[in-house]
């Protein structure tokens, strides 16, 4: 029984902080990879999104030509979001972020670990391989940092260094915003099987 996964980051969002919404150019982004989903050779079965507001409205477009439903869960919101912290400026939140990269254990102020936040990834991938019908095809519409999160703790440092060279180590700066990375679960393993691809907006 196999469950594919596409894995797709909101587009780009304004740069403020706070539940921010999509840039114009985020819009546009959001529209190609709706038609891109929307022209795949295969049913879309599901949708599911982080309710942070960029991603919701990077979901709803894709929902809108794909024709599919859309679900939120909390497990899909970032680690940490600007802004959860009062008054913290956006040096402090990198460096928050940067520590939290360094050290997953490290509990930030606000947000959670990143071990914390690649668990509660994995977690809601393994509910639904578990509870959806075989043979899926879903899309999760999530925040770059939880998916690097997810992926340095499933898989090994020389699985990671397959898609990209000192994959942990630059693993902030490999998620582009829209890019899609397709996961397959089958007979209790994963395995990626494209990363964080931004053709479809070429």
């Not at 440092?157 to 996961?183: A, G, M, Y």
């Not at 393993?189 to 691809?197: G, L, Q, V, W, Y």
Request: hydrophobic share 35%.
């Amino acid at each position: 029984m196999s469950t594919i996964f596409y894995l797709v980051r909101h587009g780009l969002k304004e740069r403020r902080s706070g539940d921010v919404s999509l840039t114009p150019e985020g819009i546009i982004q959001a529209e190609s990879t709706a038609r891109h989903m929307a022209r795949a050779a295969f049913p879309i079965s599901k949708i599911v999104t982080s309710p942070l507001q960029r991603a919701k409205e990077t979901a709803e477009r894709i929902a809108l030509y794909t024709r599919c439903p859309i679900t939120e869960d909390s497990r899909l919101r970032e680690r940490a979001n600007w802004g959860d912290c009062p008054d913290q400026t956006f040096e402090e939140f990198i460096a928050m972020w940067e520590q939290c990269t360094s050290d997953p254990d490290y509990i930030p102020p606000v947000g959670d670990s990143a071990k914390k936040a690649g668990q509660r990834l994995a977690s809601l991938l393994a509910e639904l391989h578990n509870e959806e019908p075989a043979n899926r095809n879903i899309i999760v519409v999530t925040h770059g940092g939880l998916i690097t999160d997810f992926l340095v703790q499933t898989f090994n440092e020389r699985e990671l260094d397959v898609w990209h060279p000192d994959f942990k180590s630059v693993q902030n700066r490999l998620i582009p915003e829209c890019s899609i990375t397709k996961l397959i679960f089958d007979k209790g393993n994963c395995r990626i099987e494209a990363f964080a691809s931004i053709e479809h907006l070429t």
